[in-house]
């Protein structure tokens, strides 16, 4: 579990195939103080497992649905990325609750100032919601506009020096996870509606 605040700004040394998997090498500093082998970092909001520590860095190795699911697919060396470690049960809860498990892709469509209007597919159009939260990136953001198909947040200068989205192109692509709580809720209700379905109380001898 994370809190999509960045702690660091890392940078990819390496990227090396093994079989159908890619092993990226990080250089980093800061997470790397209470970091070792088997620990969960988040990189650019996609939960990893760090599976070797060297001197100035890590490294993390993706299977192919991770692969297809996220824009770690097309990582290249030099490009930045943000990390956070997972969160310890005494820390402070600065952003929401992310899981690390990228939901969608969007592509930001426009930036103005510090605004930036980012694309979403339809099928996670359910689970956002004007002045909720979203992870773009693995950053704790909220929405301040929603459309039908693209949202905005307005980012303020501390976060666009700390992360990546200082750096960021329109065009570009970034990893989208939506509000933890707003998945579970929209179970709940897909799960209250069914339980009352005539064809559920029917099925069940109730009718």
């Known amino acids: 579990m994370f809190t999509g605040i960045i702690q660091e700004i890392g940078t990819i040394k390496k990227i090396m195939q093994d079989g159908n998997n890619k092993v990226v090498e990080i250089e980093a500093k800061t997470i790397l103080k209470n970091c070792k082998k088997g620990d969960s970092v988040c990189l650019n909001g996609i939960c990893s497992t760090v599976t070797d520590i060297f001197d100035n860095g890590f490294s993390v190795e993706y299977m192919p649905e991770t692969l297809k699911l996220t824009t770690a697919r097309s990582w290249q060396k030099k490009d930045n990325i943000n990390l956070e470690s997972s969160l310890r049960l005494h820390d402070k809860l600065s952003g929401h609750f992310v899981a690390g498990h990228v939901d969608a892709v969007g592509k930001i469509i ?18 956002i919601a004007f002045k909720g939260s979203i992870a773009v990136d693995g950053i704790s953001l909220t929405i301040s506009k929603l459309e039908e198909d693209h949202f905005t947040v307005s980012i303020i200068p501390h976060t666009l020096k700390n992360t990546t989205l200082g750096r960021k192109k329109v065009n570009d692509k970034v990893n989208l996870e939506v509000d933890l709580i707003s998945r579970y809720l929209q179970r709940l209700f897909d799960a209250r509606d069914k339980e009352t379905s005539y064809e559920f109380l029917k099925d069940r001898g109730f009718i």
């Open 110 to 127: 426009k930036i103005k100032e510090n605004d930036f209007d980012i694309s979403f597919p339809p099928e996670i159009a359910k689970f």
